[in-house]
């Protein structure tokens, strides 16, 4: 997950889907806090049962391939989704994971993870390009605003030109409404939107949504489920149905 700009819905949605996504499938779902800053993110999402963080998870290293050792770092949402929240510390015993660490932190949760759901920062820096290029998924989210739209059109037109054409042309685009009204001009530009990209979805606004609590999806409105549902089997039908044991779990 990244977009265009900040203060998006990047962590709201990947709360949502991810639980979305967990009550649909069989095998553990991870969502991970990449953004490696120390203040919101997944954390304000989910119930924390632990102090631990994705320093600690830094910190395992090697040893975050043992399932049991991944499952004691994580956090549990109301659906079952896992979740690695981002450090809130910044001491000399505790600091959010460099690019790199964090890295190697997700790689090592894709070989014990059916999918890992990855909240990146916004994609104005070469890391975050590199996650996307690397995605099987990619994720942009943009607010329901006339700039948001226009800046992730020129995203996507930016990573074409910078020779990242299949993440523009498999990333699916998530309209973030803000309001219960969209007004005519957002409209007209969502549509033109639309045909950049290859796929895009409205989720419509959700009072649930807008509050920095713990997100249960089946306590949103039946539209903005049916709309997270429409994003949740988007990414599913881009991801391989047997992945390479190899590449582990698929990203996005």
């Known amino acids: 997950m990244?977009?265009?700009?900040?203060?998006?819905?990047?962590?709201?949605?990947?709360a949502a889907l991810g639980g979305v996504l967990a009550l649909a499938s069989p095998a553990p779902i991870v969502a991970v806090d990449a953004t490696g800053r120390a203040w919101g993110?997944?954390?304000?999402?989910?119930?924390?049962?632990?102090?631990?963080?994705?320093?600690?998870?830094?910190?395992?290293?090697?040893?975050?391939?043992?399932?049991?050792?991944?499952?004691?770092?994580?956090?549990?949402?109301?659906?079952?989704?896992?979740?690695?929240?981002?450090?809130?510390?910044m001491t000399a015993q505790r600091r959010p994971p460099t690019w790199s660490e964090m890295f190697g932190v997700i790689g090592h949760l894709r070989?014990?993870?059916?999918?890992?759901?990855?909240?990146l920062p916004a994609a104005d820096n070469t890391p975050t390009w590199r996650a996307l290029g690397w995605a099987t998924v990619p994720v942009l989210v943009s607010r329901a605003t006339v700039d948001a739209l226009q800046h992730t059109m020129r995203l996507?037109?930016?990573?074409?030109?910078a020779g990242l054409d299949q993440v523009a042309q498999?990333?699916?685009?998530?309209?973030?409404?803000?309001?219960?009204?969209?007004?005519?001009?957002?409209?007209?530009?969502?549509?033109?939107?639309?045909?950049?990209?290859?796929?895009l979805v409205r989720v419509p606004f959700d009072p649930a949504l807008a509050r920095p609590d713990?997100?249960?999806p089946r306590s949103l409105s039946k539209a903005t489920r049916?709309?997270?549902?429409?994003?949740?089997?988007?990414?599913?039908?881009?991801?391989?149905?047997?992945?390479?044991?190899?590449?582990?779990?698929?990203?996005?």
């Open 41 to 89: 993110g997944l954390g304000h999402r989910v119930v924390r049962g632990s102090a631990a963080s994705a320093w600690d998870a830094s910190v395992a290293e090697t040893r975050l391939a043992d399932p049991l050792v991944a499952e004691e770092l994580m956090q549990r949402g109301p659906t079952g989704l896992r979740v690695l929240v981002g450090e809130s510390k």
């Open 156 to 161: 996507l037109a930016h990573l074409t030109a």
């Open 226 to 252: 049916t709309a997270l549902t429409e994003v949740a089997a988007a990414v599913v039908e881009r991801c391989p149905a047997d992945p390479d044991p190899q590449q582990g779990a698929s990203a996005a």
């Open 214 to 216: 713990p997100l249960d």
């Open 170 to 199: 498999s990333a699916v685009v998530v309209v973030m409404t803000t309001t219960h009204s969209t007004a005519r001009e957002v409209r007209a530009v969502e549509r033109l939107a639309h045909k950049a990209a290859t796929h």
């Open 111 to 119: 070989s014990v993870y059916a999918m890992a759901l990855l909240d």
């Open 2 to 14: 990244s977009s265009a700009d900040g203060g998006v819905g990047r962590s709201t949605l990947t």
